[in-house]
C-alpha cells in the first residue's frame, strides 16, 4: 500500500487515527500499541500477500534471539547466539533475494558447457525486505552491546519493527532512541498539526512533481534505448539532460515518501527530537504522529538509508572497540 493510493488516504488513515484518538486521552499505551500493530500488519498484507507471515516469523525469531542475548551477555554464548542471529537473518534475505540471481548464472555456465541447466523454481522477493532484515539486526545488536535491554513484550516489540510508516523503506530507528516510549507516550495538538503539515507536503512533492516528471524522464529514456529519436546534441549533453531529469524526478519521489512516512509517526506521536544540520542538510524528522520522540544524539553516522549493502552490515555487527 501506498502512502499516495486513495485506499490509504480515504479508508486506512482515517479509520486508523479514528481508532487511534478514540479514547480521547493525550496519552497512549497498550490499547494505542495494539491499533497500531494491526494496522501495520493489515498495512504490509495489502501489498506483502502471503510473505506477511515471513515477517512474522522474523520477528518472532528476533524477538527470542534477543532475550537469549540478553540473558547469557558478556559470555561467549552471547558472541555466539548473536552471530547466529545474524547469520540466519542474512541467509534468509540471500535466498530470497539473490537465489534467482545464482540460479541464472549457475544455468548460463551449464548451457555454455552443454549440460542441460537445472530447474529452479523462481522465488519471489518479499516487499521490504533488506529494510525489514537489518532493522532487526540493529535490534538485536543494540541488545548485545548493552544500548537496549531485551524488551520483554511481544507487542512491544513487534511494533517496534513493523511500525507502518517506516516498515517499508525506513529509516532504521535504533531501538535505544524509542524503547522507554513503547510503554507510554503523550499526543499534543502540536504533534498532530505537524504531521499534517509534514504530510501535505510530501504528497504535493510525490503527486505534482515526481509523478509529473515521471512521464516525460520514462519518454526520454525509453526513446533513447530504441534510437527512435535524434537531437543536434552531444552524447555528454544529452545523458546529463537524461540524468537531471531522472535526479530531479527520484529525489521528490523519495523526499515525498520520506515526508508521507515521517508525518504518520509525528501524528501518532512516536518522535525524535531536531536532529542536527548534516552536510548543511537537516537529517529529518522520524515519525511523530503517534507520539515516539527520538532523542537527540551528535551522532556521526550518515542515515542508514544512505548506506551500501556492505556500509549497513558493517554499522550493525559487534565490531571490537
Given at each position: 500500500?501506498?502512502?499516495?493510493?486513495?485506499?490509504?488516504?480515504?479508508?486506512?488513515?482515517?479509520?486508523?487515527?479514528?481508532?487511534?484518538?478514540?479514547?480521547?486521552?493525550?496519552?497512549?499505551?497498550?490499547?494505542?500499541?495494539?491499533?497500531?500493530?494491526?494496522?501495520?500488519?493489515?498495512?504490509?498484507?495489502?501489498?506483502?500477500?502471503?510473505?506477511?507471515?515471513?515477517?512474522?516469523?522474523?520477528?518472532?525469531?528476533?524477538?527470542?534471539?534477543?532475550?537469549?542475548?540478553?540473558?547469557?551477555?558478556?559470555?561467549?554464548?552471547?558472541?555466539?547466539?548473536?552471530?547466529?542471529?545474524?547469520?540466519?537473518?542474512?541467509?534468509?534475505?540471500?535466498?530470497?533475494?539473490?537465489?534467482?540471481?545464482?540460479?541464472?548464472?549457475?544455468?548460463?555456465?551449464?548451457?555454455?558447457?552443454?549440460?542441460?541447466?537445472?530447474?529452479?523454481?523462481?522465488?519471489?522477493?518479499?516487499?521490504?525486505?533488506?529494510?525489514?532484515?537489518?532493522?532487526?539486526?540493529?535490534?538485536?545488536?543494540?541488545?548485545?552491546?548493552?544500548?537496549?535491554?531485551?524488551?520483554?513484550?511481544?507487542?512491544?516489540a513487534a511494533l517496534y519493527l513493523l511500525l507502518?510508516?517506516?516498515?517499508?523503506?525506513?529509516?532504521?530507528?535504533?531501538?535505544?532512541?524509542?524503547?522507554?516510549?513503547?510503554?507510554?507516550?503523550?499526543?499534543?495538538?502540536?504533534?498532530?498539526?505537524?504531521?499534517?503539515?509534514?504530510?501535505?507536503?510530501?504528497?504535493?512533492?510525490?503527486?505534482?512533481?515526481?509523478?509529473?516528471?515521471?512521464?516525460?524522464?520514462?519518454?526520454?529514456?525509453?526513446?533513447?534505448?530504441?534510437?527512435?529519436?535524434?537531437?543536434?546534441?552531444?552524447?555528454?549533453?544529452?545523458?546529463?539532460?537524461?540524468?537531471?531529469?531522472?535526479?530531479?524526478?527520484?529525489?521528490?519521489?523519495?523526499?515525498?515518501?520520506?515526508?508521507?512516512?515521517q508525518s504518520q509517526t509525528h501524528r501518532l506521536?512516536?518522535?525524535?527530537?531536531?536532529?542536527?544540520?548534516?552536510?548543511?542538510?537537516?537529517?529529518?524528522?522520524?515519525?511523530?504522529?503517534?507520539?515516539?520522540?527520538?532523542?537527540?544524539?551528535?551522532?556521526k553516522r550518515l542515515p542508514c538509508a544512505s548506506?551500501?549493502?556492505?556500509?549497513?552490515?558493517?554499522?550493525?555487527?559487534?565490531?571490537?572497540?
Open positions: 500500500m501506498l502512502f499516495t493510493e486513495p485506499t490509504f488516504l480515504f479508508l486506512f488513515l482515517p479509520v486508523l487515527l479514528a481508532l487511534y484518538f478514540a479514547t480521547l486521552s493525550r496519552e497512549h499505551a497498550a490499547y494505542g500499541n495494539w491499533i497500531l500493530l494491526v494496522a501495520s500488519v493489515l498495512f504490509y498484507a495489502k501489498g506483502g500477500g502471503a510473505f506477511t507471515w515471513l515477517m512474522l516469523g522474523s520477528i518472532a525469531f528476533n524477538y527470542v534471539m534477543a532475550i537469549a542475548v540478553d540473558r547469557v551477555h558478556g559470555t561467549r554464548a552471547a558472541k555466539r547466539r548473536l552471530a547466529f542471529a545474524v547469520t540466519t537473518n542474512l541467509i534468509v534475505l540471500g535466498i530470497f533475494k539473490y537465489a534467482n540471481f545464482f540460479a541464472d548464472n549457475v544455468n548460463a555456465l551449464l548451457t555454455t558447457a552443454g549440460i542441460a541447466p537445472l530447474v529452479v523454481p523462481r522465488v519471489l522477493l518479499p516487499i521490504g525486505i533488506s529494510f525489514f532484515t537489518f532493522h532487526a539486526i540493529s535490534y538485536v545488536v543494540d541488545v548485545y552491546r548493552r544500548d537496549a535491554t531485551a524488551q520483554k513484550s511481544p507487542v512491544h507502518f510508516p517506516q516498515l517499508i523503506a525506513g529509516p532504521i530507528i535504533r531501538y535505544r532512541d524509542i524503547a522507554d516510549q513503547l510503554a507510554r507516550r503523550i499526543v499534543t495538538l502540536d504533534d498532530l498539526a505537524y504531521g499534517v503539515r509534514r504530510f501535505v507536503i510530501g504528497l504535493a512533492k510525490k503527486v505534482l512533481i515526481a509523478n509529473v516528471v515521471a512521464g516525460p524522464a520514462d519518454v526520454r529514456i525509453v526513446a533513447d534505448l530504441v534510437g527512435r529519436r535524434r537531437q543536434v546534441m552531444t552524447g555528454v549533453m544529452q545523458i546529463a539532460l537524461d540524468a537531471g531529469i531522472v535526479g530531479f524526478r527520484a529525489g521528490h519521489d523519495d523526499e515525498g515518501g520520506r515526508d508521507n512516512e506521536n512516536l518522535q525524535r527530537a531536531k536532529a542536527r544540520p548534516l552536510n548543511g542538510a537537516p537529517m529529518g524528522m522520524v515519525p511523530q504522529a503517534c507520539g515516539f520522540r527520538r532523542r537527540v544524539r551528535t551522532a548506506l551500501s549493502l556492505a556500509r549497513r552490515i558493517s554499522r550493525f555487527l559487534p565490531w571490537p572497540s
